[in-house]
Structures are given as structure tokens and as C-alpha cells.
């Protein structure tokens, strides 16, 4: 009855920015980003490769409510960088390392393929 | 022990104790063992050194894989198996037009049930459908169910279980030719969904779209899909041979050998289950003066080896889910990596820090609003 609508996990509210910032107002070098659209599976993953930031002092995510489909990322970074370039260097990564993976995973399954010749 | 190994053996191992979990935390910040200098943190080549996979089994039918993945952290690990669970895509039933039903099951009912019954169909041949628009062969599958039972010349009740097999493809557009070679079906034929005594009836026409498991758990392809850390029980003072083959016998899944010196040995890491029983102090434990008693086995996980299991339904290999998974993955970090590169947070930031002592544009800007 007030089941909210399947849709709103993946598409988009009108009007709304995928990927928006706020700068905190009393700390320096802190900002919020807000991410439509997604849950923990990408906030903790992004929380993890920021902190191996040395220049982060700070990176945190929450959901605030789990009917809203959105997750608040907090960064405070070292004066020298900026939450954005942290984010940013922390998303490029990702992608690199994600693509290490894809290979390594591709490559052992290869081998056991040619291995034992019946899998798949 | 020096500070250092300590530290290391903190940042990679989960140690269970008889009574408390020790180091269960992550410590991912690169400054966390600074002091006593141990390097944390993680960049790209180190986590291409360290990375790796190894296939473990595969059991018979193809469905089931289990596979190791180490090197890397928790969070990564979590994050494919979240993704495993709700976010592969695959084909299931979304609309079910019922032109018949005179069975005792509701029409609300059944419907669920052919939801949930897994169609082999290779999504990646699909549009995804957004509801309320129209139904193409690009985006959609068509399966109709028609059974009707009644009994035969001899009396014999014929049709009165209705079987997955009972749903029919039904190609749509030029399906036909496109699906030639493997043609959708039902992956379980043998899966009982209603049952009807004569003179009833079942006519049902299926839709069949693509969609991902956080939406429904019909559309989830895998049946589980889950890791733990790999266990690693050591022995940290060789006990005396009776302890030894106490500890041995002790041990439910068989994860220690005795050698022929009498020595007690971990022949099987990977079966043991955590179950703390060769940690636990025997009736007549020898305690230390303060009342301690120290097991001759230690308890340890490593934080960094994860044993993956994906149980697929039968819908795509597991292999192949793992693939499709890391591919989401990776779409979507480039998509944000992109994302960022269009929008200017850099100057969004600089901007923001300029108009903090300038009340007036600021008070300029929400004026409009409020009027
Ligand atoms: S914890 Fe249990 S399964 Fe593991 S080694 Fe000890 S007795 Fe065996």
C-alpha cells in the first residue's frame, strides 16, 4: 500500500543531481557528497579506498533513511588536497583495481577451463 | 615479538579466542601503524602484487563454484557479493495475464510462484523493459501456460499437477530465428506449481522481462552467494603426545594429524569451522598460577583470504555471474569516474569558500526564493 514505487532504486527523481557536493561550512577541507541512487555497496567500498588515502583524515558514509534511496560521503582531507580530488583519485582506484581483478578472475578461470575441459 | 609483528599480525588476522574475538576491526587508514612502521594502506600496484584468485571446485553440475579471493579487503569482497546478490541481471517473469483460472490456487498466488520460477534465457541479449511501456522482442519474452486436466477413456485423471515444463516458450517477433540455437525454457522442468482436479483450468500468458535482484529476489541469480575468511589454526607450543592426540580426536572436521614423531600437526586448515572445541580447556587442564589456561592451539582468520561460494540457479554459470558481476562493478566506477571528470567540484569548492564572508551575494541568491 505504501510500498515505495521498485523503480525509485535505479531511476533517477526528477530534478535531482546523481552526484552532488556540499562544503562544510565549519570545518576546512571537509565536504559532503551526496549519491542518489545508491546503498552500501558502493559506500563502503568508496569509504575503504578513501581512507587508504594518506591525505584523508576523515571518510565516512551513512544512509540516512532506508526508504530514501541516497547515501551521504563524508571526506575532510589534509589542507594540501581537497575532498573532491580525494574522491576522484579514490574512484580512479577503483577502477584500476576492478580491472586488475576482472583479469586476474578471467585468467584463472581460463585455466580451468582448458584444464579440465568439461567446465562450461 | 616486536611491535612490528605484532602490529601486522593485528592488521591480518581475526584471532578467536575461547571467550572474545580479537582485531575483528579493519584498520584501513595508511597511518594506523605509522608508529611502529608497518606500511598500510593500499595503492594500485600493490593491490595488483597482491590480488589473487584460485579456483578451488566446481561441483559437478556446473552450478556450484567455489573460489579464493586474496589480497584483497573486506570492503571489495563485500561489495562483489552484494552485487552477486542484487545486482546481475537476468530474466523473470514480470506479468502474468491470466485468461483462465478455475483451480483453488488464486490468480495473486500463482502468479507469484511463476515469478519465482527461474527462466534460462541469456539476459545479455535484453533491453531492460520500464514499466508501462510497450513489450518488444528486444526487451521480452513470451511463455504461455495451458493446461487443462480431465480424465481419459480409462478414468484416469490426466494433468492434475502442473509442472514448470507446462510453461512454453512462444517466440515473439523474430524471436524464432534469433533463439534458434538455444531456445528459453525453464531451467527446473520438474517444479510443481498448482494442482487441478477435472474439469479445470489454467491458461495463463507470461511476460517475461530483465531485471536485477534488489528490485525482486525472482530476478536474483544466484541461489546464495557468500564467503568467509580463511581459517588458519596454528600451533603455537607443541603440546606432550596425550594432549596431542586429545586435541586430534577433539576436532569434529579432522583438521589436525598426528606425524609418526608423536607431533601434533594442521593437516587441513580449510575444513576447520571455527568451532573453538580444541581451544577449550580439558576437565583436567593444567591451569597457571593466575588461574590461566593456555591451549596449545591458536585460533586466527585471515582478514585478507576470502573463500567465495556462489550457488547459481541454474540460470548462468557461476563463472560467468562472478564475471558479470566484477562488470558491474567496474561500469560502475567508470561511470562516476566520469561523472566527476564532467562536473567541476574543484571550483564548486573554491566558489564556496569565497562567498563565505560574503553575506550580501548570498542573501542575493535566496531573495528570489522567498518572494
Ligand atoms: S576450531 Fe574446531 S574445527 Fe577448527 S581446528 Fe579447532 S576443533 Fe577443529
Known sequence: ??????????????????????????????????IQCEDHTLGNLLRMNLLENDKVLFAGYKIPHPLENYLLLRIQTVPESTPSAALQQALSDLVQSVAVLEETFKEQMSGIKSREGTYL | MSGKDVATKMKTRVILGEDRILHGSSFDAPTSFASVGVENGLNVEKFTEEVKVEVNDVSEDGNDLVFELSGVDAPLANTLRRILLSEVPTMAIEIAEFRDNTSVIQDE???????????????????????????????????????????????????????????????????????????????????????????????????VTKGVGKVHAKWSPVATASYRLLPEPVIVAQPKSEEASRIAQTCPTKVFDIEDSGELVVARPRQCTMCRECIRPPPDAQHSAHGVYTPAV???????????????????????????????LKDRALFYAELFDQKDFEEHMAAASHSDGDDDASDDETKPMLE
Open chain 1, 1 to 34: 500500500m505504501n510500498e515505495p514505487e521498485r523503480y525509485e532504486l535505479f531511476v533517477l527523481p526528477e530534478g535531482v543531481e546523481k552526484l552532488s557536493l556540499e562544503k562544510d561550512t565549519k570545518v576546512p577541507n571537509a565536504a559532503t557528497f551526496t
Open chain 2, 109 to 207: 498466488v500463482f502468479a507469484h510462484r511463476l515469478g519465482l520460477v527461474p527462466i534460462k534465457a541469456d539476459p545479455a541479449f535484453f533491453e531492460t523493459h520500464v514499466s508501462g511501456n510497450e513489450h518488444t522482442p528486444e526487451n521480452t519474452l513470451i511463455f504461455d501456460l495451458n493446461v487443462k486436466c480431465f480424465r481419459d477413456i480409462n478414468n484416469e485423471v490426466v494433468n492434475s499437477k502442473v509442472f514448470a515444463s507446462a510453461l512454453v516458450w512462444t517466440p515473439f517477433g523474430e524471436q524464432a530465428e534469433r533463439f534458434a540455437e538455444n531456445p528459453p525454457q525453464v531451467v527446473h522442468p520438474d517444479i510443481l506449481l498448482a494442482k487441478l482436479a477435472p474439469g479445470q483450468r489454467i491458461d495463463v500468458r507470461c511476460y
Open chain 2, 298 to 328: 591458536e585460533l586466527r582468520r585471515v582478514k585478507t583470504h576470502f573463500i567465495f561460494s556462489v550457488e547459481s540457479t541454474g540460470i548462468l554459470p557461476p563463472d560467468r555471474l562472478v564475471r558479470d558481476a566484477i562488470g558491474v
